[in-house]
């Protein structure tokens, strides 16, 4: 995920024309600014390389996933499914909005499985948000058939896989909104920042509104007008600088990809020749933006055997199993209801509390990340690197 690997002078030749104006402020400073927008710009051009219609960029792919939800109308008493192997921030957008986080298994894919899906819709759904985890797709069009059928909207949290397709077609682009991050380690990067995507206008007007205090900026686009107020908001504003940053990246992004599916494929073969390996589904090799190699063992032995002799040559594989930040059975404050609220909201309401989250609750996942080891792929990959890992890879394939 490594947009900062290409940082260069586009960046900051961007950035200068932001400076050159003085105006950080996305809207309004209209004589100032002498017709740079990059904030808008940006989104302009967001939509143009995805193909949706609208965006709107706002701070975080955090802050996304909750613009998003706001603009669909989640709240209170609802509840949100998502998968039990994604970021912590997927689900505390979800908590932050009010309503309450289900989880479903991942299946190999290592995303969203369709069958959990559908065992875990109440009449209280309000959204799904599958997460196409680590560069690749989630199973995208039956999980949108299911939710389809139920009349339930989907954000597709798509934060780790800028650049990625499913025939063709942009992630992002299937559900109601698409939502992306381009913090530090994301594939592009702007430092901080998220972008909310759809080709609903009506939802682009709730999140552009939501987004700045309940500003409209339809009647004066750049800037700001109307002022009816539909309804309050909050501030989730990017900033031109940002904005200017994002152009740069967007325009790396494919070679990014390109450099990336390159680099993966060398690992791949590595990794192909250990006894009883297995790779993650890719629904579509062609759309994988190819961030991550992640390949399965048998069992979670066999993996922590074959990791063992991968860490003795210094370059050890992720086990998401693991992973605190990533995998539901170790998100301890999560099943501890663990909250700075003094009432207990969101977790408790009125004293009692509204949810309880099993750790235990998702064994199909459990295995399956158990036995699952990953590594990053590099988009400049340092040979010395690349070599120690293939030799590595080599030593736990005849080990
Ligand atoms: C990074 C990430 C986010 C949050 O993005 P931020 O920009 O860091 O707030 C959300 N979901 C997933 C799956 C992520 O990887």
């Given at each position: 995920?490594?947009?900062?690997?290409?940082?260069?002078?586009?960046?900051?030749?961007?950035?200068?024309?932001v400076?050159?104006?003085?105006?950080l402020?996305?809207y309004?400073f209209?004589?100032?600014?002498?017709?740079v927008?990059?904030v808008r710009?940006?989104?302009q051009?967001f939509?143009?390389y995805?193909?949706?219609?609208h965006a709107q960029?706002v701070?975080s792919?955090?802050?996304?996933l909750?613009?998003a939800?706001?603009?669909?109308?989640?709240?209170?008493?609802?509840?949100?499914?998502t998968q039990?192997?994604?970021?912590?921030?997927t689900?505390e957008?979800i908590?932050?909005?009010g309503?309450?986080?289900?989880?479903?298994?991942?299946?190999?894919?290592l995303?969203?499985?369709p069958?959990?899906?559908e065992?875990k819709i109440?009449?209280?759904?309000r959204?799904?948000?599958?997460v196409?985890?680590?560069?690749?797709?989630?199973r995208?069009t039956e999980?949108?058939?299911?939710?389809d059928?139920?009349g339930?909207?989907?954000?597709?949290?798509?934060?780790?896989?800028?650049g990625?397709r499913?025939?063709?077609?942009?992630?992002?682009t299937?559900?109601?909104?698409?939502t992306?991050?381009f913090?530090?380690?994301?594939?592009?990067t702007?430092g901080e920042?998220?972008m909310c995507?759809?080709?609903?206008?009506?939802?682009?007007r709730?999140?552009?509104e939501?987004?700045?205090h309940?500003?409209d900026?339809?009647?004066?686009?750049?800037?700001r007008?109307?002022?009816g107020?539909?309804?309050?908001?909050?501030?989730y504003?990017?900033?031109?600088?940002?904005?200017?940053?994002?152009?740069?990246?967007?325009?790396?992004?494919d070679?990014?990809v390109a450099?990336q599916k390159k680099n993966?494929?060398?690992?791949?073969?590595?990794?192909?020749?250990?006894d009883?390996?297995t790779?993650?589904?890719?629904l579509?090799?062609?759309?994988?933006?190819a961030?991550f190699l992640?390949?399965?063992?048998?069992?979670?032995?066999?993996?922590?055997e074959?990791n063992?002799?991968l860490r003795?040559e210094?370059?050890g594989?992720?086990?998401f199993?693991d992973?605190?930040?990533?995998?539901?059975?170790?998100?301890e404050h999560l099943?501890?209801?663990r909250?700075?609220?003094?009432?207990?909201?969101?977790?408790?309401?009125h004293g009692?509390?509204?949810i309880?989250?099993?750790?235990?609750a998702?064994?199909?996942s459990?295995?399956?990340?158990?036995?699952?080891?990953?590594y990053?792929?590099?988009v400049?990959?340092?040979?010395?690197w690349?070599?120690?890992?293939?030799?590595?890879?080599?030593r736990a394939a005849g080990?």
């Open positions: 995920m490594p947009g900062f690997e290409v940082f260069g002078e586009e960046e900051k030749q961007q950035a200068l024309e400076f050159d104006t003085g105006v402020f996305r309004e209209g004589e100032q600014r002498r017709g927008y990059k710009e940006f989104e051009a939509c143009r995805t193909g949706a219609t960029a701070t792919g955090t802050a996304a909750k613009v939800l706001a603009a669909l109308g989640v709240g209170p008493g609802d509840e949100v499914i039990g192997f994604t970021f912590v921030a689900w957008a908590l932050d909005i309503a309450l986080p289900v989880f479903t298994e991942v299946d190999t894919t995303n969203m499985d069958a959990d899906l065992k109440t009449d209280r759904t959204a799904i948000i599958p196409h985890m680590l560069g690749a797709q989630a995208i999980i949108m058939a299911i939710a059928r139920h339930i909207p989907v954000i597709e949290d798509t934060a780790q896989a800028a990625a499913l025939g063709g077609r942009h992630l992002g299937f559900g109601a909104i698409g992306f991050s913090d530090s380690v994301k594939t592009m702007t920042g998220g995507i759809t080709s609903d206008e009506e939802l682009w709730n999140m552009s939501y987004h700045d309940g500003h900026h339809v009647v004066n686009p750049g800037g007008g109307g002022e107020r539909r309804f309050f908001g909050f501030n504003r990017m900033m031109e600088l940002q904005g200017a940053i994002g152009l740069a990246q967007l325009a790396k992004l070679s990014m450099a993966k494929a060398v690992l791949r073969e590595a990794a192909a020749g250990i009883g390996v790779f993650r589904t890719l579509d090799e062609e759309g994988d933006s961030t992640a390949f399965m063992l048998p069992d979670r032995e066999r993996a922590a074959v063992a002799v003795g210094g370059v594989a992720i086990n199993g992973n605190t930040w990533h995998f539901y059975p170790r998100w099943a501890g209801g909250t700075l609220c003094k009432t207990g909201w969101p977790f408790s309401a009692k509390r509204r309880l989250y099993d750790p235990d998702l064994p199909a459990a295995e399956l990340m158990g036995r699952t080891l990953v990053q792929v590099p400049r990959m340092d040979e010395a690349r070599d120690k890992v293939v030799a590595a890879l080599a080990a």
